[in-house]
């Protein structure tokens, strides 16, 4: 709804509905089990957008808030669960964003915004299982949900006549709560020993993001960033307090060649610094940490769109991932070296 020049205001519904379904088949049909539970939640959203002093001073708040129903969950067979009810629906979600931003004559933005964010735990989460002599919980009817809280300021500035667009962002963001996967305290209503969805303090992540955004001459467009990010955990694991699988300092470059109207290129580049992974022990039922090099990997797009009539085309693309078949890590695991795709796509 647009109230006046200055004034937008957006409103929003969304239902949601999710049903899981999980049956443990060891064999003996017996022995069977079966879990079945759906829920659903109703959100209700609202925006206004300003503008002021000729659109140069833009300010912008939202408020959002969402409701839970659970629909009591069944088990086959009921005595054999480790789950007691009845069960409550998630709490009430209620989440709020503001922004603000002026624009100088100079070619010059700065900028500022802050919000909270809130995930429900899903329905794997609480009512998880699997068969092991018998039906054992993975998840927790009562877990709490995900909770954050986020802020940035930065400033975007236009050069060479607005070829050039440069920016600089310091953020903090901060999980005030989250659902982890860990060992349960003991003792546990669930009977879970060593492993199970859980509440964790979250952690924190704040660091500085610069990007460059240019076209230096007619259709060629080249995008690069650097991000710093101190990311720590506020409860460590095995002692350690640095997030996993974050690294401390990323680059990335997208370079885009049109060398045509009809054909493009494009080149990616991400680099890392090391980060650290675990690793499960099934000997000890523990967890080793390991510090794992970074990633330097290209990648290499290109296509070409050929016209049949008015309104048919075909695009012939392609890409190479890896381009220089590098090794490197993905949380521990090994990637493949070079991998290549190709395709045809028919517009009509």
């Given at each position: 709804?647009?109230?006046?020049?200055?004034?937008?205001?957006?409103?929003?519904?969304?239902?949601?509905?999710?049903?899981?379904?999980?049956?443990?088949?060891?064999?003996?049909?017996?022995?069977?089990?079966?879990?079945?539970?759906?829920?659903?939640?109703?959100?209700?959203?609202?925006?206004?957008?300003?503008?002021?002093?000729?659109?140069?001073?833009?300010?912008?708040?939202?408020?959002?808030?969402?409701?839970f129903s659970l629909r009591q969950p069944e088990f086959t067979p009921a005595g054999s669960t480790p789950y007691v009810g009845p069960f409550d629906a998630p709490p009430n979600a209620y989440t709020g964003d503001g922004s603000i931003a002026y624009l100088f004559g100079t070619g010059t933005k700065v900028r500022a915004h802050v919000g909270n964010g809130y995930r429900s735990p899903s329905l794997f989460e609480r009512f998880g299982s699997y068969y092991f002599f018998g039906f054992n919980a993975l998840g927790d009817p009562r877990l709490r949900p995900d909770r954050s809280i986020a802020f940035d300021v930065g400033i975007d500035q236009q050069l060479a006549g607005n070829r050039i667009q440069a920016s600089a962002t310091y953020f903090?963001?901060?999980?005030?709560?989250?659902?982890?996967?860990?060992?349960?305290?003991?003792?546990?209503?669930?009977?879970?020993?060593?492993?199970?969805?859980?509440?964790?303090?979250?952690?924190?992540a704040r660091g500085v993001e610069l990007t460059v955004s240019a076209s230096p001459v007619p259709r060629i467009g080249i995008d690069a960033s650097y991000t710093y990010t101190n990311s720590d955990e506020r409860t460590p694991v095995e002692g350690v307090i640095r997030s996993f699988a974050i690294p401390n300092h990323q680059f990335s470059l997208v370079a885009i060649a049109r060398a045509t109207r009809r054909a493009d290129v494009v080149l990616t580049v991400l680099a890392t610094s090391n980060y650290l992974a675990p690793f499960f022990s099934s000997t000890n039922f523990g967890e080793y940490i390991y510090r794992l090099d970074g990633l330097v990997r290209?990648?290499?797009?290109?296509?070409?769109?050929?016209?049949?009539?008015?309104?048919?085309?075909?695009?012939?693309?392609?890409?190479?991932?890896?381009?220089?078949?590098?090794?490197?890590?993905?949380?521990?695991?090994?990637?493949?070296?070079?991998v290549a795709m190709g395709g045809i796509a028919f517009s009509f």
């Open positions: 709804m647009q109230l006046g020049r200055a004034n937008l205001v957006t409103l929003y519904y969304e239902f949601e509905h999710e049903s899981f379904r999980e049956r443990n088949q060891p064999g003996d049909p017996a022995s069977n089990t079966v879990v079945d539970v759906a829920a659903s939640s109703h959100s209700f959203y609202v925006q206004d957008q300003l503008r002021f002093l000729n659109d140069r001073l833009q300010l912008s708040a939202a408020f959002r808030a969402q409701f903090y963001t901060r999980l005030q709560e989250v659902v982890g996967f860990g060992v349960p305290a003991q003792p546990d209503p669930f009977g879970r020993l060593f492993s199970g969805y859980i509440n964790t303090g979250g952690g924190l290209a990648d290499i797009g290109a296509s070409y769109t050929l016209p049949l009539a008015e309104s048919r085309s075909l695009r012939f693309f392609g890409k190479i991932d890896n381009l220089f078949g590098r090794d490197y890590f993905e949380d521990g695991f090994r990637t493949p070296r070079r």
